[in-house]
């Protein structure tokens, strides 16, 4: 994958993943459609996914870095 297209990547789902689990709104939407029960498992895919995704950032920092 293109150097650029990985940090983009990374970034992208980190960011998503860090607004899913920062906000409210997600409680809100969750309890409207009568699934509030699932919060407390979020946890459980989120910070994984954000893990996840800065790996992703770390790689293509490191490629980014070698091919200077």
């Known amino acids: 994958m293109e150097n650029r297209k990985l940090m983009a990547t990374g970034i992208v789902g ?3 993943a860090a607004l899913c689990c ?6 809100v ?3 409207a459609v009568g699934l509030s029960a699932v919060l407390g498992y979020l946890d459980y895919v989120l ?3 954000m893990v996840l995704f800065l790996g992703i950032i770390a790689y293509a ?4 870095r070698g091919s200077v």
């Open 14 to 16: 980190f960011m998503v």
């Open 22 to 27: 920062s906000t409210p709104v997600l409680a």
């Open 61 to 64: 920092a490191y490629r980014r």
């Open 29 to 31: 939407l969750l309890g």
């Open 47 to 49: 910070i994984p996914a």
